[in-house]
Each structure stands twice: as structure tokens, then as C-alpha cells.
């Protein structure tokens, strides 16, 4: 057994001699677990994508330091999300994502989204950021609706609860074009129609 073990240690030295040994990548990490994004309008299409660790370290450094109150999250969570929808755009082509619906009706709507889509993928975006330990005082909660026509036009929105005093607030990217903060607002105030100032709704 010695022997053997002798003659291994000698072969194992001499790959590392002649630089024949497997070396560990670290140039090309692991992409994280896949989800889904949807886009052109009421999720038509939906791309299964991942991101590399590099550019999940820009999504962390939006948390960092993890905050110590909830509304000090929830202003962390609105700069994580505009930061994903930069990352995620790039992938899926929906950079140039316009705000609100009727901005591209007389454009291609590939490359569009309305706020089906947007509340979709933000509640992914929420539930990402938690099973990574990233929010600690929220937890996302089913999308929400308002408008039907009869008090306004019809509009979805992402839903965080705040864990321990039960308030929810609509997370809004609807507002904004691709990579702006989304709103963070109570939910009885988004359900009462409540929209931006329009001259920050480009910005």
C-alpha cells in the first residue's frame, strides 16, 4: 500500500512539474439558478436567464451595509431592483423599456413591458433578494390589481409585507422606464389611483 501510494504522490508531482494538473477556473464563474423574466405585454414572451456572481455583486452592493429598519430596506430594495432591471435588460433586450403602457403602443413591443410584466418580475426579483438573505424586514406578497375601467384604467402591481407589523406596499416600476427606482407607496394609497409627479416620470 505504501508502494502505491509512493508511485501516486510521484505522478501527481509530475503533472504539476510539466503543468499538465487541472487547474480551478476563476474567470468564468458559475452562473446562480435560472428564473424567468417575462416582457411584450401581459408576459407574451418569457426568457429563463441567470446572472453570473459578478453581476449578483452589484445587486449586493445595493443592500450593503444590510439595513437596520424597514424603510431603510425599502429604500435599498428600490435602487436592487432598478440595478437588476439594468442587468436584466441587457440580457433580455428590454433596456429601452418605456414608462408606462400606451408610451410604445406605435412601437416594436418585443422589447416593451406593461405593468403585467413589470409586477411579475419584480415579485421575482423580491423573492430573489430574500432567499439570498439580502431583506430581512419584507417578504413579497401576490400582485395586485386596480382600474377595471369603471374607476380608472386597469393596473397591476409587485407586493412587499413588512414582516413584523403587517403593512404592505405596492412596488411600482410601471411608473419609470428600464433602470429608475420603482415606487414603494402603502397599498391603500396606490389602490386610491395614485401615480408620480409626471415630471419625474422619465427621470
Known amino acids: 500500500m505504501r508502494y502505491t501510494q509512493a508511485i501516486s504522490l510521484l505522478l501527481i508531482l509530475a503533472l504539476l512539474a510539466s503543468g499538465c494538473a487541472p487547474m480551478v477556473k476563476t474567470d468564468n464563474i458559475e452562473p446562480t439558478t435560472a428564473f424567468n423574466v417575462c416582457y411584450s405585454y401581459g408576459c407574451k ?11 449578483w455583486h452589484l445587486i449586493n452592493q445595493a443592500f450593503m451595509p444590510l439595513a437596520t429598519t424597514p424603510s431603510e430596506e425599502r429604500h435599498r430594495l428600490s435602487m436592487a ?10 440580457i433580455t433586450q428590454t433596456e429601452n423599456d418605456l414608462p408606462g403602457t400606451f408610451a410604445a403602443l406605435f412601437k416594436k413591443l418585443d422589447d416593451q413591458m406593461d405593468c403585467v410584466d413589470e409586477a411579475t418580475n419584480t415579485t421575482s426579483y423580491i423573492k ?15 400582485r395586485i390589481n386596480r382600474g377595471f375601467f369603471f374607476n380608472g384604467w386597469p393596473h397591476t402591481s409587485a407586493v412587499i409585507e413588512e414582516i413584523n407589523t403587517k403593512k404592505r406596499f405596492a412596488v411600482d416600476s410601471w411608473f419609470h422606464k428600464n433602470g429608475v ?14 401615480h408620480p409627479d409626471p415630471k419625474a416620470i422619465n427621470n
Open 81 to 90: 431592483i432598478a440595478e437588476m432591471e439594468k442587468i436584466v435588460g441587457t
Open 45 to 55: 414572451k418569457t426568457q429563463s436567464i441567470s446572472l453570473s456572481e459578478e453581476q
Open 181 to 194: 427606482r420603482p415606487e414603494i407607496i402603502p397599498v391603500q394609497l396606490w389602490y386610491s389611483g395614485w
Open 128 to 142: 430573489l433578494f430574500r432567499e439570498r438573505g439580502l431583506i430581512h424586514f419584507h417578504q413579497e406578497e401576490p
